[in-house]
């Protein structure tokens, strides 16, 4: 049986309850014998902080660049807001992004059917929904030097963050994009602002250099970010793979989530560049979703955006298709069901927990094994 070495950082928030119910549904498969999970644990963000003084330790760094996949929960919370703006509990999920690359943020949207209704759009304009956004993140103004603010003496302040982006950084982004509409409706629409930013204007000229390369067999459009985030919430269906980048991806793929009926649905992965040698890649898979401070604790998140990560990674780093597809056919399912975490109620008479939810996934897991 293949030995897969995972490291959970379930971080914050809801982030260790959704975790701790995904764990049962990696058991699960280990006990169908798909693989061999060596599970580790570690902490992130604002749990680190609280431990460590820092958003992520050395040896959680070490036990990052030594795992086959990572899983993470979530970040953050009002109870870290005055911590030293290096060790805030988002610069553990940074640094994780930055240090190993992970550079390729694959944020996919789908509507389930079950969902349609509890969309803030109608039922026509979401119902099956499939669209990626591909969001760059390694790079640009997250990570962009000089990032300061300085006092300038005068009674005023000047704060700076800088915007870069160097060729072979849009160029690596725009091949994910269009390998991965290849596999599904062979079209792309790439974002930035040329209008306005000079890496906008190289980001379109390099994105139009690679199409022209390698990929004249997709169909490639752009649009402007602000008219694309328009697009996304009056057709979103005219839509296969977004590229954008680490800003504007940020932005357009919670406009994306929030098509879907809601936020705790969306899973997520992160990907760095394939090692030529041993063919693997790093990964880091995690919900688009925060930390929900405001329901931690209670037992009410929805573990879907979670568990669904689990399936992406069973899927981008193992190979595990059969598996992912169970995973996937488990939670629209469930949903068909009728069951609903408070999130996603609609009209539902009434909701279910964390616990309940992933009750209802992993028994329909058991009779699609069965
Ligand atoms: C996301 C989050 C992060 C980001 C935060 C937590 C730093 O919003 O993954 O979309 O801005 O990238
Ligand atoms: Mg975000």
């Known amino acids: 049986m293949t030995n897969i070495d995972l490291l959970l950082l379930p971080g914050d928030g809801i982030g260790p309850e959704v975790m ?6 990696i058991e699960f498969f280990e006990k169908q ?9 570690d902490l992130v963000g604002g749990a680190a902080y609280d431990a460590h003084k820092k958003a992520i330790s050395e040896d959680a760094m070490r036990k990052a660049r030594d795992a086959d996949a990572i899983l993470l929960g979530a970040v953050g919370g009002p109870k870290w807001a005055n911590v030293p703006y290096d060790a805030r509990p988002e610069a553990g999920l940074l640094r994780l992004r930055k240090d190993l690359q992970l550079f390729a943020n694959l944020r996919p949207a789908i509507c389930y059917p079950a969902l349609a209704d509890d969309s803030s759009l109608k039922r026509e304009l979401v119902e099956g929904l499939d669209i990626v956004i591909v969001r760059e993140l390694t790079g640009g103004v997250y990570f962009g ?8 003496g005068n009674g005023q302040k000047r704060a700076i963050d800088t915007q870069v982006y160097d060729t072979y950084e ?9 390998d991965l509409a290849r596999k599904r409706r062979n079209k792309v629409t790439s974002s930035e602002k040329n209008n306005v930013m000079k890496s906008g204007v190289l980001w379109k000229e390099v994105v139009t250099q690679v199409h022209e390369r390698e990929f004249k067999d997709v169909k490639l459009e752009h649009n402007l970010a602000d008219s694309l985030g328009m697009q996304l919430v009056r057709a979103p269906k005219q839509f296969d793979v977004i590229v954008t980048d680490n800003l504007f991806g940020d932005i357009l793929s919670d406009v994306a989530a929030m098509l879907t009926g809601s936020l705790g649905m969306l899973p997520s992965a992160s990907l760095g560049e394939v090692d030529a040698k041993t063919k693997k890649r790093r990964a880091l898979y995690e919900p688009v979703h925060g930390s929900a401070p405001d329901i931690a604790g209670k037992g009410l998140a929805n573990p879907i955006a979670m568990i669904g990560s689990f399936g992406m990674m069973l899927r981008y780093s193992f190979g595990m298709t059969k598996e992912a597809d169970m995973i996937e056919q488990a939670i629209a399912a469930a949903l068909a069901k009728g069951l609903r975490t408070a999130d996603i109620k609609g009209k539902a008479e009434k909701t279910v927990g964390t616990r309940e939810m992933t009750d209802a996934i992993l028994s329909e897991l058991e009779k699609l094994a069965a």
């Open 170 to 178: 849009i160029e690596r982004i725009a091949r994910v994009a269009f």
């Open 145 to 152: 030097e000089p990032k300061t603010i300085t006092d300038l």
């Open 20 to 25: 701790a119910e995904t764990k049962r549904v």
């Open 33 to 41: 014998g798909a693989a061999k999970f060596t599970v580790e644990e």
